[in-house]
């Protein structure tokens, strides 16, 4: 009911858009466009960058206005970012983000409040390098949440208030904050995410989803807040994928096992590297002949390796359509394959192909199967 009325102002946006300016979108044009085709199913969108959000990647930006009806910024509003020192705040770029968002009609998320990467090195430390105490670190978390969300308030649709927590095995993560806070960190910092701005959405938000201790730790976590009448609206499954994980099996597990805690579901992050997963106990600087077996296409993705990847990403995507009913927001990280972070990551330096257009801004086969597009 609330996704309904929130979606309803981006509809009507996106008509008027369609309408208004001398130019009408041809009916063909329309069904070409994700966000035509699925915008009343779920939300669609996508990461920016810097160079997108600032207009110089033209090609991006055409591309973002065309399909995608909600943005999150890929780093901007990152604790490193946007609050690099305790009395200073770098707020330009994401105000450049949201505004641009609010322009296009589309629905802005916040990524990410609290996180132990990209964290500001002095944020959990005194001067001496000492971990600060527990009442000096909430005071902290306290400042930075209710700064950044009530300079958004009421422009951000939903924030990623605490990313990454929750370990595979179902453990917490032994971040600075659970050191110094314990498990207590997590509905402290949706509480103050809530104060600053009461209408907001909430997210946890997590990668590696489809593994069995994280998925019941998170589902867990979830309803531990909703006991304790914390506001949470979703569970963000990151969605960073690869040729042989995850199952969509254990994908759907953990969708359905978050979707039973009365939470809704979105899909974050998706990408899906078309690379050779790299084993984290392998000796990567051995031999050039291993180099070249963990990035084996420098030039172009070999098509018999292009249509399992499309394959593999249209059976995801049947997934989320299939249950549009809790999914409310699908999210791709990037725009084309040029951009991805996964160009250096966990390697530097691979070509990699994970997004949905490819470098010449092209749509990969699985999207033009999924528009109807030749
Ligand atoms: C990545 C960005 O894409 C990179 O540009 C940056 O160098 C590192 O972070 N999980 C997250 C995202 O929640 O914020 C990360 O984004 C990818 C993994």
């Known amino acids: 009911m609330k996704l309904k009325q929130t979606l309803l102002p981006l509809v009507i946006a996106g008509l008027v858009t369609a309408c208004i300016g001398g130019k009408r979108t041809t009916p063909s044009e329309e069904s070409s466009s994700l966000k035509a085709a699925f915008g009343n199913k779920f939300l669609i969108g996508a990461a920016l960058n810097q160079r997108q959000v600032s207009g110089e990647d033209t090609a991006a ?5 065309h399909h995608f009806n909600s943005i999150v910024a890929e780093n901007c509003m990152k604790c490193e970012v946007i609050h690099p020192e305790e009395n200073r705040y770098n707020l330009t770029p994401a105000d450049s983000l949201v505004d641009f968002g609010e322009e296009n009609g589309m629905a802005v998320i916040g990524h ?7 964290l500001a090195p002095w944020f959990c430390v005194d001067s001496a390098g000492k971990n600060v105490s527990p009442e000096v670190l909430k005071q902290r978390m306290k400042e930075h949440i209710s700064t950044i969300v009530g300079r958004y308030k009421g422009r951000i649709h939903g924030w990623d208030v605490v990313n990454e927590a929750i370990m595979e095995d179902g453990s917490y993560r032994k971040t600075k904050f659970y050191e110094i806070l314990g498990k207590e960190y997590i509905p402290y910092a ?19 989803m489809n593994v069995p201790g994280r998925r019941d730790s998170v589902a867990a976590l979830v309803r531990s807040l909703k006991e304790k009448g914390i506001r949470i609206d979703a569970v963000g499954m990151q969605g960073h994928m690869g040729m042989d994980y995850p199952t969509v099996e254990d994908f759907e597990k953990s ?35 291993y180099w070249k077996a ?11 390796v292009s249509r399992i990847w499309n394959a593999r990403m249209k059976s995801f995507f049947d997934l989320f359509l299939k249950h549009a009913d809790v999914i409310t927001r699908v999210t791709a990280w990037g725009i084309s394959d040029g951009d991805s ?20 801004y092209q749509p990969k086969p699985f999207v033009r199967e999924l528009l109807q597009t030749p």
């Open 61 to 65: 930006i055409a591309i973002a206005k």
């Open 255 to 289: 969708l359905l096992a978050f979707a039973a805690t009365g939470a809704k579901v979105m899909i974050t992050e998706w990408d899906m590297s078309a690379l050779p997963t790299v084993s984290h106990t392998a000796n990567i600087s051995d031999t050039a002949a």
């Open 190 to 208: 949706f509480q103050c995410a809530h104060e600053a701005d009461p209408e907001a959405e909430l997210y946890y938000n997590d990668y590696g």
């Open 294 to 304: 963990l990035n084996p296409y420098p030039e172009t993705l070999p098509d018999s």
């Open 112 to 118: 990410c409040l609290i996180w132990h990467s990209q």
């Open 341 to 360: 972070w996964k160009n250096d990551f966990p390697m530097r330096g691979r070509r990699e192909y994970p997004l949905l257009f490819d470098r010449n």
